[in-house]
């Protein structure tokens, strides 16, 4: 049971590039979300899927896309990285209803240059 | 969702205990109150969920009195290793969407 797993787990791109972290849950949860943390803040929501099938905008949607795949998958989408978006990338899952017991994957630290 | 407010930073000392309070007056009446701890370089990590009165765990207490406006958490004889970064969220468990982080609160423990 390795809970959630995040890739890659660090990433360096040049302004305009794109690419995709994925996340990965082995826990058959229900709800999946995609947070970012800068240096010394706390965490901001930018995009969560209630179930499968189902995805909803965050605090901070802009500049990102998300898919989920299956009940299992939830990746993330930087189509024109920008140096804002540097910044550590958190995946969580939570059962669903009746729990706010979130479990986090290990992140994702990505550099835009 | 209930706007949360909690101390920037705390400072304690080794074997003592600590109280974080986190202030919620918006709370509706299906909203449990949840708290999360994080070291650096890591996700944060499920601490303990209530909805009134008293809540205790292998970890924590959780108090939050009868108006259910605030919430206070307990970490009993505090060690180096407990320096983190405690959450608090409040929402409707029910409600399988946003769960929104606040600022949280940076405990530094002394030795």
């Known amino acids: 049971n390795a809970g959630v797993t995040q890739t890659p787990k660090f990433q360096v791109l040049k302004t305009g590039q794109s690419m995709t972290l994925q996340c990965a849950q082995d826990?058959?949860?229900?709800?999946m979300y995609w947070y970012r943390q800068d240096p010394g803040m706390g965490l901001r929501l930018i995009y969560y899927?209630?179930?499968?099938?189902?995805?909803d905008k965050g605090e901070v949607p802009n500049g990102y896309n998300v898919s989920r795949l299956n009940k299992r998958e939830f990746s993330l989408r930087l189509e024109s990285a920008a140096p804002s978006q540097t910044s550590v990338y958190f995946c969580?899952?939570?059962?669903?209803?009746?729990?706010?017991?979130?479990?986090f994957g290990p992140g994702t630290r990505l550099t835009v240059t | 969702l209930a706007k949360t407010t909690q101390p920037i930073s705390m400072d304690s000392y080794e074997g003592q205990e600590v109280n974080i309070t986190c202030s919620h007056n918006?709370?509706?009446?299906?909203?449990?109150i949840t708290w999360y701890q994080q070291f650096p370089s890591q996700g944060p990590r499920f601490i303990i969920q209530?909805?009134?009165t008293k809540v205790t765990n292998e970890v924590a207490s959780l108090f939050i009195p009868a108006d259910r406006k605030s919430s206070t958490l307990s970490l009993p004889r505090v060690s180096l290793s407990d320096t983190a970064v405690y959450y608090c969220?409040?929402?409707?468990?029910?409600?399988?969407?946003?769960?929104?982080f606040g600022q949280g609160t940076t405990l530094q423990v002394k030795p």
């Open positions: 918006n709370i509706a009446t299906n909203d449990y």
């Open positions: 969220l409040v929402g409707d468990r029910s409600n399988t969407g946003k769960l929104i």
């Open positions: 209530g909805y009134k």
């Open positions: 826990m058959n949860h229900n709800s």
């Open positions: 969580a899952s939570r059962p669903g209803t009746g729990s706010y017991e979130q479990y």
């Open positions: 899927s209630a179930s499968e099938g189902t995805t």
